[in-house]
């Protein structure tokens, strides 16, 4: 799989590392599922087939929020990020230019 390729060798990554590429990874190919699942339902003329899709689709986006609360909670510089830009209603440009003053 693509999204599990390691840009310099295992030996020299820490665990850490490699613990949130692992996370990244998974994060990655959740989001692709949901999207597979949606492109799919758009697709689909049978609508219980769809609805099947769409509740896949909604799973996964489950499983990339428990990732991605994970990679929150272990990694500061993403936390500092995800709280800044989630959850506001603001425009997304203007938090940023607030966060940088």
Same mark, same amino acid.
Request: hydrophobic residues 35%.
């Given at each position: 799989m693509a999204s599990e390729?390691?840009?310099?060798?295992r030996e020299k990554l820490r665990r850490e @590392? %490699?613990? %949130?590429?692992y996370?990244?990874? #998974?994060l990655m190919e959740e989001f692709e599922a949901v999207d597979w699942y949606r492109q799919r339902a758009?697709?689909?003329d049978?609508? #219980?087939l769809k609805e099947i899709l769409l509740h896949n689709a909604r799973e996964e986006l489950e499983h990339a929020a428990m990732v991605l609360e994970w990679i929150r909670r272990n990694d500061?510089?993403?936390d500092k990020q %995800?709280? @800044?830009? %989630?959850f506001t209603t603001a425009d997304i440009l203007k938090v940023e230019e607030e966060s940088e003053d």
């Open positions: 390729a390691l840009h310099v060798p @590392t %490699l613990n %949130l590429h996370a990244i990874s #998974s758009d697709d689909c049978d609508p #219980s500061k510089e993403a %995800l709280k @800044t830009y %989630l």
